[in-house]
Nanobody, 117 residues
């Protein structure tokens, strides 16, 4: 069982930056950030495998960076050059095996990011 808790969301103007944090209770190999905008399907934003290998959705590539700190049991999402279309609830997620491209089992409660133009 992995417990996850996000923090760091808020409101920012377009072009600004935010860093989301996710405190986790274990050390899952597969961790990811997802987002869901109102009225839209959930989208995987970024994935990290073993706190090293990363991948990103095309919509955020070059602007967002996923990273982790094993000493602090914390996952991060650095978001730069934010756009109004980045507005969404952001979720931290993990799964208990090594199949990082599959469905995720453990979820945080989410943190809201709002980007104004």
């Amino acid at each position: 069982q992995v417990q996850l808790r996000e923090s760091g969301g808020g409101s920012v103007q377009a072009g600004g930056s935010l860093t989301l944090s996710c405190a986790y209770s274990a050390s899952p190999y597969c961790m990811a950030w997802f987002r869901q905008a109102q009225g839209k399907e959930r989208e995987r934003v970024a994935t990290i495998e073993g706190l090293s290998r990363t991948s990103y959705a095309d919509s955020v590539k070059g602007r967002f960076t996923i990273s982790g700190n094993s000493a602090k049991n914390t996952l991060y999402l650095q978001m730069n050059s934010l756009k109004p279309e980045d507005t969404a609830m952001y979720y931290c997620a993990a799964r208990g095996d090594f199949y990082c491209s599959g469905s995720y089992t453990f979820w945080g409660q989410g943190t809201q990011v709002t980007v104004s133009s």
